[in-house]
């Protein structure tokens, strides 16, 4: 049975155990914001049919808490081709995080045999040997809350060795409402976090990075429940830099993650 992240209580949301975050067992782990955003949207976009996110930009202002949220939402565009959608996360009447949707107009082409087509899917994920980033995490001897990082399942096809670059497949068994299994959509949304942790850069003195931001673009949405990413992580020496993550399901490439990232300082629990 799937984790629950999220209980719905009117039009609040109260996140549970399995949302948490490794830094803090108080505040909410990327992937459990971005996933809740995702639902949102979604519920939002139901009625606009032929639609199609096409790129979710998240903010994370700051640690969003384990506490009572809720999430406004605007339609600042409502275009025949193109609508745009805020999203504003509150605890209380504090602004944690915002959102951004570009949603766009599907229809039927045909494109010609000379067009870039999407690159293959890396080897996987039948055949790969199969761990969890919380056994990962407890290897090094942290004291590392649990949270949604401990649900998730990784097959990796590349060194999981934090040196700034990594391919793995994912799994996150887990809903953000129980009951509501994750929609492709959602899914990917909440999967887009997790480019910096594949493309983790360890500077040694477990100094690290942090994202502070989430630019998921699609062409399509997922396919399997398997993801894969390939992240590379570009860091400067004023600890500032950049993740660009490729996002895969079985059929190949389907969208990519580019998240804004600085270094923090050792661990201290």
Not at 7 to 25: E, F, N, V
Request: proline share 7%.
């Amino acid at each position: 049975m799937s984790d629950a992240l999220f209980h719905r209580d009117g039009s609040d949301y109260l996140p549970t155990p399995a949302s948490g975050s490794p830094w803090h067992p108080n505040m909410l782990h990327g992937g459990a914001v971005a996933g809740l955003f995702g639902h949102v949207l979604e519920e939002n976009i139901a009625d606009y049919g032929d639609f199609r996110l096409g790129r979710l930009t998240m903010d994370l202002l700051r640690p969003v808490p384990r506490a009572r949220l809720t999430v406004a939402t605007q339609l600042r565009r409502d275009g025949g081709r193109l609508k745009v959608l805020q999203l504003d996360m509150y605890q209380n009447d504090t602004l944690v995080a915002s959102a951004s949707a570009v949603l766009q107009r599907a229809h039927q082409v045909r494109v010609p045999a000379h067009a870039p087509r999407p690159e293959a899917p890396p080897p996987g994920p039948e055949g790969l040997a199969e761990t969890d980033i919380q056994s990962m995490l407890d290897a090094k001897g942290l004291k590392i809350p649990r949270g949604l990082h401990s649900r998730v399942a990784v097959r990796p096809v590349t060194p999981w060795n934090e040196s700034g670059q990594g391919t793995s497949w994912l799994h996150l068994p887990v809903t953000i409402i129980e009951g509501q299994p994750l929609s492709p959509m959602v899914r990917a949304a909440m999967i887009s976090d997790l480019g910096n942790g594949v493309g983790q850069l360890n500077l040694g003195n477990a100094t690290g990075t942090i994202n502070a931001d989430i630019n998921l673009s699609l062409y399509r949405y997922p396919t399997s429940e398997w993801v894969a990413i390939r992240a590379e992580t570009q860091l400067q020496d004023n600890g500032l830099g950049l993740v660009h993550a490729a996002l895969f399901d079985t059929q190949g490439a389907f969208g990519h993650v580019c998240q804004v990232v600085q270094t923090y300082g050792e661990y201290t629990g």
